[in-house]
């Protein structure tokens, strides 16, 4: 391959790199992983020697070292803040991560979860001590079930792909009760986001793609042929749709995706994470759904977690809710009961207790701070935003679609076209720039797709800002500056790392120094 002057490896050297004796960078310090910090004999408690027990662990009991980091508490406090100052937050900047509705997240929602009526209970409590927390799941179950005008909530899935499979179950759930175990086959759009497939093959179903149109929508004409003369015992089980789409725009068609859906006798599962374009506008009830999980971390304002903890509920329609899940919560005479045993009808347990219960203190404070008309504001916000970011940059950047966006606005790499610079280089360069990238190559439908979701949080001066940015990188790329896009970032403590090795060959375990050695022997 021809480099043309080109770095030939990514991390090559340039004149920013560090050279200091410590590693440091001015304020910035060097952070060496936990184990090559500590030493194992050192640590930061001072406990007495257990004596007088007699070990039952019949000659089982460990003798050599078991390579845990032993550090002192001020050496604990170190790493960990240091580690603290490189991550990216929403607290410290624009997040314009589209499909993941990066908002912020309120002081407020922390003090109501801290309170210790929610913090510091139980699962295994008698319910009748923890009545204050039950009433809040049931209040927020009644919020859920309002904003979307669905008779049903689960609230256990704990984050949204676990909503969906708990929607898809609960349609599985409802097939095999109608004696309908033929059913197998699910749609999805081609640019669905990537957990839907991954939910129906999960819950044994099989995924028939359908294309999308060249307005980012599902092609109706291909959906229509694709059920023709399909009847209600067709073997079509449901459909998987995002709406709004994972190209930020609404499905113009979708009540009559749904008629078509429930006439082959299927479900119609909305994947419901990008919600906060619609919340007090539309109602998913009133569309046609049969499930849709709510992403709390992205509508509702609670922290997002790397598989941590998010929190999923999922509305159901009246075909599927006595297929819902356990434990679900109840009003009864006296105050407020967990159903923890499955009738014949529910798919069973997702988890072994309730769910997210600080997700849940968050996401209600959320809304009953907003209110009604502040839910509503939120959405109208989010929506005016990325049309304002759609308008500022559409004439030097390329929207991949005609017209106006919801909550997030798409551009391709047509834009880049002939400039030597590709959309992961644009992307490395706001790093620079002090911003986390927007969303890269996703959706797949648009080639080079930048995908940017600025939601209700940024202000018109943070938005002009980050617009301003953009416009100079776009400049710089079109003035043939392409070298200086290929060494970015140039300010980041890490520069290109070699994503796809990550990815394929992950180094997950640390291995002492003395044991690499021996390995390599
Ligand atoms: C975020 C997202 C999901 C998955 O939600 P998680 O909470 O990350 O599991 C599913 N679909 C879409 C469109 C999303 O943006």
Redesign the pocket.
């Known amino acids: 391959m021809k480099t043309e002057g080109r770095p030939t490896s990514p991390m090559a050297a340039n004149s920013n790199d560090v050279t200091t004796v410590s590693g440091n960078k001015a304020l910035e310090q060097a952070t060496k992983l936990i184990f090559e910090t500590g030493t194992p004999n050192r640590t930061g408690v001072d406990l007495p020697e257990p004596k007088g027990r007699a070990s039952r662990l019949g000659g089982h009991e460990r003798h050599g070292e078991i390579g845990l980091p032993g550090l002192s508490e001020p050496e604990t406090m170190r790493h960990y803040v240091r580690l603290s100052q490189k991550n990216y937050a929403i607290d410290l900047g624009v997040y314009p991560l589209g499909?993941?509705t990066m908002k912020h997240n309120p002081r407020l929602n922390e003090k109501v979860a801290r309170l210790p009526g929610f913090a510091d209970v139980h699962p295994l409590q008698p319910t009748s001590t923890v009545q204050g927390a039950l009433e809040l799941m049931y209040e927020l179950s009644d919020w859920l079930m309002t904003l979307c005008n669905m008779p049903a909530v689960a609230l256990t899935p704990k984050?949204?792909?676990?909503g969906?499979l708990c929607g898809m179950m609960a349609i599985r759930a409802r097939l095999d009760a109608d004696g309908a175990s033929h059913k197998r086959r699910v749609l999805v759009p081609e640019s669905a986001?990537g957990?839907?497939p991954a939910t129906a093959v999960q819950c044994g179903f099989s995924v028939d793609e359908i294309p999308a149109n060249d307005k980012g929508r599902v092609d109706m004409e291909a959906l229509r042929e694709k059920l023709s003369g399909l009847g209600a015992d067709s073997d079509i089980a449901g459909i998987m749709l995002?709406n709004p789409n994972?190209c930020g725009l609404f499905e113009n068609d979708i009540i009559e995706i749904a008629e078509l859906i429930h006439a082959a006798g299927g479900y119609f599962y909305c994947?419901g994470?990008?919600f906060n374009a619609l919340v007090g506008r539309v109602r998913p009830g009133d569309l046609g759904v049969d499930a849709m999980h709510i992403?709390l971390?992205?509508t509702f304002s609670t922290p997002h977690g790397g598989g941590g903890p998010?929190s999923?509920p999922t509305v159901l329609s009246d075909a599927l809710k006595d297929h819902a899940p356990v434990p679900y919560v109840v009003k009864t005479d006296d105050g407020f009961d967990l159903v923890e045993d499955a009738n014949e009808a529910s798919f069973g347990r997702m988890c072994a207790f309730h769910g997210q219960m600080g997700m849940y203190s968050r996401a209600l404070t959320y809304m009953m701070s907003h209110g009604a008309d502040g839910l509503k504001q939120a959405t109208e916000d989010a929506v005016l935003n990325a049309n304002y970011v759609l308008a500022s940059l559409s004439d030097v950047m390329t929207p991949a679609f005609e017209g106006s966006c919801m909550h997030e606005a798409l551009f391709d790499d047509r834009f880049l076209q002939d400039t030597g610079v590709e959309t992961l280089d644009f992307a490395k360069a706001m790093i620079d720039e002090g911003y986390h990238p927007m969303t890269m190559y996703f959706p797949l439908v648009v080639h080079g797709a930048m995908l940017i979701e600025p939601t209700e949080s940024e202000s018109k001066q943070e938005l002009d800002r980050f617009i301003r940015s953009m416009r100079h990188l776009v400049e710089r790329a079109k003035s043939g500056d392409v070298e200086s896009f290929k060494q970015a970032p140039i300010y980041a403590p890490k520069r290109r790392l070699d994503e796809t090795q990550a990815a394929r060959k992950p180094v997950l375990r640390w291995t002492p120094p003395s044991e690499d050695k021996q390995a390599a022997e």
């Open positions: 499909s993941c984050a949204g792909a676990h969906e986001h957990t839907n995002t994972t994947d994470a990008n992403n971390h992205k998010g999923g």
